[in-house]
């Protein structure tokens, strides 16, 4: 029943009834579905996927969307545009600006706010998402530490790619990053807004391993492998 | 009698900067239309409850007027198949820029916008398709070349929507009579039919190769 390719208004509902019957799982409607009365449609024209885990089973469509759509509680990449005094706004792609409250990060007080400039790249979790107000960042976890999250630093590089293109790359199925780590020496963040940063020593690497990605969108999974082989065999690594 | 409609080819996202596009060739008549959407709007369009939809329809020369007709027509077939309450607060703009014209132009430019909308992956109720029949005095030519069309009495536009398959919008010109609509949209009906399995498959190509 995965991997279908559904249209909008293609009720799905059979789908479900087939696999659920036995089971009695709770099911979770993901981004892409949504529920009429009786019934759950498809919205958007993709790939149906599903997840299950201990007692619920997820849904969702895969799509080609570049266009991104903030979701509670995932990682973006933004860029600092407009500066309050308790708070900066923030581009992450989405229709609307963000905002990034500078009391939000490790060790911040109202005396010792983090130095943000403007054209800053951040790294935040998204703490609100609601069609009908400001999207909230934030850039600690609930144990208010950083995590990872903050204000990427000088000398790295960010590139737009369709938003599949960063789920693929975050996902468990993909050692791209890790095979490309096996040969250069570099620092990457990927935000699910269909952003990558990537900082490595020289020019030349970095313009290698930005290309690399930009190639990943229409590659299959024998695609991949290829790619992984032809990474391995190109290069050797030197102990500077 | 099984219709007969001119030969459909797509490709999908060919331009890099619109959230979604689709150049949809029916016969020879060729429409290119692509999707910014949801952005951001500005305060005067702005509705509070949901997206703004526009579409801007531009003719192959840019000194003929603007099909304000066209455009009126594409808006009020699309408003009623997207959610656009889902995005309040921005703006979905569609844009379709005739590149060659050999009759059923409105047609083709409404399937090309499904076709792009679906590209973008903005939320949709259903599909549309559109079918244009026209009329002559013994005979009904579902889509017509530009020759046909100018000869003809009178002609029909249909567009049909996938859910229920029901009829969403009509336009018609020319002179028609009872059983001639009537016809028009027996045929129109199969036709639509043509259309959304056209549409499933140019999509599951699409997704095969890219996955």
């Known amino acids: ?240 | 009698m099984a219709p007969k409609l001119r030969d459909l080819i797509i490709t999908y996202n060919n331009l890099a900067n619109p959230d979604g596009s689709a150049l949809f060739c029916q016969g020879n008549t060729i429409v290119q239309a692509y999707v910014f959407g949801p952005v951001d709007v500005s305060n005067s369009k702005e509705r509070s409850e949901k997206a703004s939809l526009f579409v801007t329809f531009k003719p192959k020369n840019s000194y003929e007027i603007r099909k304000e007709l066209y455009e009126n027509y594409i808006r009020t077939v699309l408003e009623t198949i997207i959610h656009l309450d889902m995005h309040p607060r921005t703006s979905i703009s569609v844009i379709l820029q005739e590149m060659q014209d050999d009759g059923c132009l409105l047609s083709a430019a409404v399937n090309s916008a499904c076709c792009a909308l679906l590209d973008a992956g903005i939320p949709m109720k259903c599909m549309i398709a559109s079918v244009t029949s026209c009329i002559s005095v013994d005979a009904i030519q579902l889509d017509p070349n530009k020759e046909a069309s100018q000869k003809s009495d009178g002609s029909i536009v249909l567009t049909f929507e996938s859910s229920k398959n029901g009829i969403i919008s009509v336009t018609s010109e020319g002179e028609l009579t009872f059983d001639n609509i009537k016809e028009a949209i027996k045929l129109g009906c199969l036709a639509s039919k043509e259309i959304y399995d056209f549409y499933h498959k140019s999509m599951k190509k699409r997704f095969l190769i890219n996955s």
């Open chain 1, 1 to 240: 029943m995965t991997d279908t390719i559904v249209f909008p208004g293609f009720s799905i509902k059979s789908l479900i009834d087939e696999e659920n019957e036995a089971k009695d799982k709770k099911i979770v409607i993901g981004p892409g579905l949504k529920r009429q009365i009786n019934d759950v449609r498809a919205i958007k024209c993709g790939i149906l996927r599903s997840r299950t885990s201990n007692n619920l089973i997820v849904y969702w469509i895969d799509s080609h969307q570049k266009r991104y759509v903030a979701v509670r509680g995932e990682r973006v990449i933004g860029v600092v545009v407009g500066k309050g005094a308790m708070s900066v706004n923030v581009d992450i792609g989405t229709s609307e600006l963000a905002s990034l409250s500078l009391l939000a990060f490790e060790s911040a007080t109202k005396r010792n706010r983090p130095n943000i400039q403007l054209g800053d790249l951040v790294y935040a979790r998204i703490l609100s998402a609601n069609k009908d107000m400001k999207t909230e960042l934030i850039c600690v976890t609930s144990q208010m530490k950083k995590d990872g999250l903050g204000v990427l630093p000088q000398g790295g590089f960010m590139i737009s790619v369709p938003l599949r293109v960063c789920r693929r790359l975050l996902s468990p199925g993909c050692k791209l990053i890790e095979i490309l780590g096996s040969k250069f020496k570099y620092e990457i963040t990927v935000g699910l807004n269909g952003r990558i940063w990537i900082r490595s020593p020289s020019i030349t690497e970095t313009i290698y391993i930005v290309n690399t990605f930009l190639s990943v969108e229409d590659k299959d999974e024998q695609g991949m492998l290829d790619l992984y082989k032809q990474i391995t065999d190109k290069f050797q690594v030197i102990v500077r």
